[in-house]
């Protein structure tokens, strides 16, 4: 079931596209969702499907289709890595390898206190600063190497609240 204030939120969304085309709020009802519970579960989907009105396969559609949703639990500070062309290029293999080596875990995995998730994603547009990873799709931190990749995490774990979502 959603919340009051996640169908409110669509509510308002409704309002920016015409009477026929609610379908258009999907996205940002994905998005809702996950900002309020740190993931989207399969039965997200379908109460998002219910609410706007569309099947519930073009909601899953949607949400397996971009790597901003999360479809699982993935710790406090989700990293999604972008591994595409540019990044590949700019040694982003190193990038992977330091951070499977400095948390411990793999793509599609959760450190075990529960603070770190590390993800794959196609590209960020900002082939500029390859390679590159967001934090919890919020905060892209570029030109990475070890330092750097060791000082975000440093960084992160001081101001952690313990581990969520």
Not at 31 to 42: L, N, S, T
Not at 108 to 134: I, N
């Amino acid at each position: 079931m959603l919340s009051e204030k996640i169908q409110t939120q669509i509510d308002r969304e409704f309002k920016k596209y015409p009477a026929d085309q609610r379908q258009s709020a999907v996205m940002a009802a994905l998005r809702f969702v996950q900002d309020e519970k740190g993931w989207i579960a399969p039965e997200d989907m379908s109460d998002i499907a219910t609410y706007i009105g569309m099947p519930q396969m073009a909601v899953y559609e949607v949400a397996t289709f971009y790597h901003m949703y999360k479809l699982k639990s993935m710790g406090e500070f989700t990293l999604t890595v972008c591994t595409n062309l540019s990044c590949q290029l700019s040694g982003v293999s190193e990038t992977l390898l330091h951070l499977k080596n400095r948390l411990g875990i793999g793509l599609g995995e959760v450190t075990a206190d529960g603070k770190f998730g590390l993800r794959e994603g196609e590209c960020m547009g900002a082939c500029v600063a390859a390679p590159m990873f967001t934090i919890n799709n919020r905060k892209l931190c570029g030109h990475l190497t070890g330092e750097k990749i060791d000082q975000i995490l440093d960084e992160l774990e001081a101001g952690s609240k313990g581990g969520k979502q």
